[in-house]
């Protein structure tokens, strides 16, 4: 790493960093954004706006540790390393702007709804060729929280690509370090060939994109990053980032044994495809059950979600058009191919094709079949319970924001 000014670099993270939402997400809305419904349920936050704290600060409430701060190349803008280490299991660090820190006190007050590991229905074990991993120590229903995380850490990811390396590595290693359990963050996997630093290394492998009052961040999530990459997953996961959680729920029914998978790459790839990216963002060849199955299994596999792929955007440029029915036609098309897919696969975007045909019935003003449509996306996503009326108004108050002024 050079040191002189004129060779001075960034961290970098973010124009490599895998953004992981996109497995739940994918590309396949009718609307430019996600489909799956992310803020459904309001929680209670403190409306108190705290001061900006940084290192020239005489109290640093309500953070455990005084910041550590560094400014930009150009010297405008700083960032500070905050921790408060009584927050959730493992305490909780952010790097980001001082205003920003103030601005999201406010998580420091809600009540967390993180998973117990003593009635954990999972436990960690070394997995042959993968290092640790994550089975199932009982079975598992289908659409059952397996777990809940708290993000033990967050960075701005402006931060990453603003800040001169070794200033950034410092204030990574403060976050740190800092927390009350460091050491489930330091002992996570480090596979990115490009990390000139152990803790940046372990940002690029694990970490997901996420807000934080607007703002892009990189959460880690040290026991969601145990799960390991299926093709073919039996868990999905669920980004709660009104409270800066993540879920991890069962997609099917899952053994007692059996290891607990999520994909990290956008559902709907072919083997082709998955195989580059791996290789390229996390430096493995997959083996799990679908990448082994054999030539004819993947062949069939490949040609749906080719089919799958090619729908999706059909869809998508007809909504868009203006052409309503024929995204219904086309999003009907999808889901008839996803229902009767082998093994469940691909199940977890079914969840978003109904999405898809609630929303072209909400913005043709049928709410009969906008409601009956929702509440099979729902039930896909969250289980039969998932579909209460709380739910729905929540989806029809996401579909009014993005699709008002529609046709």
């Not at 895998?18 to 997400?25: A, G, N, R, S, W």
Request: aromatic content about 6%; some cysteine.
């Amino acid at each position: 790493m050079a040191s002189g000014p004129k060779h001075q670099r960034a961290l970098g993270i973010v124009t490599l960093l895998p953004c992981l939402f996109q497995v739940v997400l994918g590309h396949g809305s009718l609307h430019e954004y996600g489909s799956v419904p992310l803020t459904l349920r309001p929680v209670a936050v403190d409306v108190t706006c705290p001061l900006p704290v940084d290192d020239n600060a005489v109290q640093s409430s309500p953070w455990t540790h005084p910041p550590e701060c560094e400014h930009t190349t150009d010297g405008t803008v700083k960032y500070c390393a905050y921790t408060n280490s009584n927050h959730g299991p493992r305490g909780w660090s952010i790097i980001t702007t001082p205003e920003t820190a103030a601005n999201s006190a406010s998580f420091l007050t809600q009540q967390l709804n993180v998973s117990s590991s003593r009635d954990a229905p999972y436990k960690m074990v070394d997995i042959p060729g993968k290092g640790k991993g994550i089975v199932a120590t009982r079975p598992i229903k289908q659409y059952e929280e397996i777990l809940v995380e708290h993000a033990a850490m967050l960075v701005d990811i402006a931060f990453t690509v603003k800040v001169q390396a070794t200033r950034g590595y410092r204030l990574l290693h403060a976050a740190v370090d800092r927390l009350s359990d460091p050491v489930s963050v330091l002992e996570l996997g480090k596979s990115n060939g490009l990390a000139q630093d152990e803790v940046e290394n372990i940002l690029r492998t694990n970490a997901f994109n996420t807000p934080m009052e607007g703002v892009p961040h990189l959460a880690l999530y040290p026991t969601v990053s145990r799960i390991n990459h299926g093709c073919n997953p039996n868990a999905n996961t669920r980004p709660m980032p009104e409270t800066l959680q993540i879920s991890i729920i069962a997609s099917r029914d899952i053994a007692a044994g059996e290891e607990i998978t999520h994909s990290y790459l956008p559902l709907g790839l072919t083997s082709t495809e998955r195989a580059l990216k791996l290789h390229r963002q996390w430096n493995f060849t997959c083996t799990c059950p679908l990448c082994a199955s054999p030539p004819a299994t993947l062949a069939a596999s490949d040609t749906l979600r080719r089919s799958v792929s090619r729908l999706r955007k059909e869809a998508i440029a007809a909504f868009q058009a203006g052409k309503p029915y024929a995204a219904l036609r086309l999003t009907r098309q999808v889901a008839g191919l996803l229902e009767e897919a082998p093994e469940g696969e691909l199940r977890p975007l079914l969840g978003e094709q109904y999405e898809n045909m609630a929303r072209v019935w909400f913005v043709l003003r049928d709410r009969g079949e906008a409601e009956r449509w929702g509440r099979r996306a729902l039930e896909v996503l969250d289980g039969p319970g998932g579909a209460g009326e709380r739910e729905l108004e929540g989806l029809w108050r996401r579909f009014e924001e993005e699709e008002g002024g529609r046709y």
